[in-house]
């Protein structure tokens, strides 16, 4: 038995090894967005969302909204405060003379204070109602905050897929010249071609990887703008599949009405909700302040004790106060009226932006529709004209192939072709980005 454990160490070895493999199969390396290969709009606008600092701060800002209407209704409760301390006193020898207290001595105190703030001509009620709405508006804040990232989302996608496109269209163009350059080079040592077409082919193909280049470009700073709104580094995104743009059916070539859509995003959109919630936080603030010209009616009490010496409170030393008081502002140098002209401008200005806002909206939602309606149009421009250019470049290829048409003509259809590609492309994708826009600026 000792012989049998003695031969097998390398046995063991192989065992653990195995083991770590399998281990490492089961738990494999774990990136960015773990499950996550495939990455569509959807999916980027929900790590936007996650992880974009904006939102962070928005919900912090609501956050502080909440805090305030925990405030202000603070001001409903009594107020109750305990203090204590030690004084040491020591008076003149002319004060002092003929008493026969120690000099100097030491005082101790304790003492617990309560009050409550009975009425304040209304200054409360209006204050937690404006606290109320200025946390309704920082909801709304926080609502358009994610309203305008997934937007700027969409369109970083959108800049990334039609970047990816027109890579794809430089590389079919760059492999359509070096096909050109092995025909050439073939029909040369045949002896039916000439040096210059094998040059000028060799010319446009240098200008194919030119652009091809360009092009790559393009795809790594658009990733870099998407991932960026993200929150994420571009090097996560590297290694995923990113849908391609889908095809168009006849719901994107619908025309939304204007006056539906218009009042849709009047109820829908979250900045207009704010601006709402806005000028009612300050009407409440405006009748707040009007309501120091009234008086205030506040109860106190109190429950103290104090001896020399020592702090050993017996019940000699101690004792209390119950009091009310009513105070009323006769005269604070305008203080008040300053106060409330301040509040009740402030409550016009909010007005006045509500009322600029929606104007912006109205014009925001003919804007988006005259766009969307050009995309559309472009569109279907744009995509006959590409099989008609697609049609001539083929003709011509075999036309030149024959011998029947020159390089230059080739030359010309082929630029004309990648040209309609490039076109084609992005009249897609501002179809895309007019849908995208005429969704935002609804509010949906």
Not at 31 to 58: C, F, H, M, W, Y
Not at 211 to 225: G, H, N, P, Y
Request: aromatic content about 6%; proline content about 3%.
């Amino acid at each position: 038995m000792k012989k049998i454990q003695q031969s097998h160490p390398d046995l063991a070895i192989a065992l653990l090894l195995v083991c770590l493999w399998v281990l490492l199969l089961a738990f494999p390396a774990r990136s960015a967005e773990p499950g996550l290969n495939r990455l569509d709009v959807e999916s980027a606008q929900a790590i936007a969302l996650e992880k974009n600092p904006t939102i962070a701060a928005a919900r912090e800002r609501l956050a502080q909204a909440a805090a305030r209407v925990a405030e202000a209704r603070s001001a409903w409760w009594p107020q109750l405060s305990a203090q204590a301390g030690v004084s040491r006193i020591e008076l003149s020898d002319r004060r002092m003379a003929g008493s026969e207290t120690a000099n100097p001595e030491d005082w101790y105190n304790a003492e617990l204070k309560a009050s409550w703030l009975v009425f304040d001509g209304l200054s409360r009620e209006y204050g937690v109602a404006a606290a109320g709405h200025g946390k309704n508006a920082g909801t709304a804040a926080w609502a358009d905050a994610r309203r305008l990232l997934n937007q700027g989302v969409a369109h970083a996608f959108l800049d990334h897929q039609l970047a990816r496109e027109e890579e794809r269209i430089a590389q079919a163009d760059l492999e359509f010249y070096e096909r050109l350059v092995a025909e050439a080079q073939a029909r040369l040592d045949a002896g039916s071609g000439s040096q210059s077409d094998l040059l000028g082919i060799r010319v446009r193909a240098n200008e194919a990887r030119a652009l091809l280049i360009e092009t790559r470009r393009l795809v790594d700073t658009s990733l870099a703008a998407l991932a960026e709104l993200m929150a994420i580094d571009p090097g996560d995104l590297a290694h995923m599949d990113f849908t391609p743009l889908p095809d168009e059916t006849d719901a994107d070539f619908a025309t939304p009405a204007r006056a539906s859509l218009l009042q849709t995003a009047l109820q829908n959109r979250p900045d207009l909700q704010r601006a709402r919630e806005e000028t009612a936080a300050a009407t409440a603030e405006a009748n707040a302040a009007r309501g120091e010209y009234f008086p205030q009616l506040l109860l106190t009490g109190s429950y103290g004790a104090e001896r020399s010496q020592n702090a050993s409170f017996r019940d000699d030393d101690a004792g209390s106060t119950v009091g009310i008081a009513l105070s009323f502002p006769l005269f604070e140098g305008g203080r008040i009226r300053a106060k409330v002209e301040q509040a009740r401008s402030r409550q016009r200005e909010t007005e006045f932006a509500s009322q600029s806002l929606q104007n912006t909206v109205g014009s925001e939602v003919s804007y988006a529709l005259s766009s969307l309606a050009a995309a559309q149009q472009q569109l279907l421009l744009q995509a006959e004209n590409l099989e008609v250019v697609r049609q001539v470049r083929n003709l011509v290829q075999l036309e030149y192939q024959a011998g029947q048409e020159t390089l230059v003509r080739l030359n010309e259809a082929q630029r004309d072709f990648i040209t309609a590609e490039s076109r084609h492309a992005r009249a897609r994708t501002h179809l895309r980005r007019a849908w995208i826009d005429v969704e935002t600026v609804s509010g949906e």
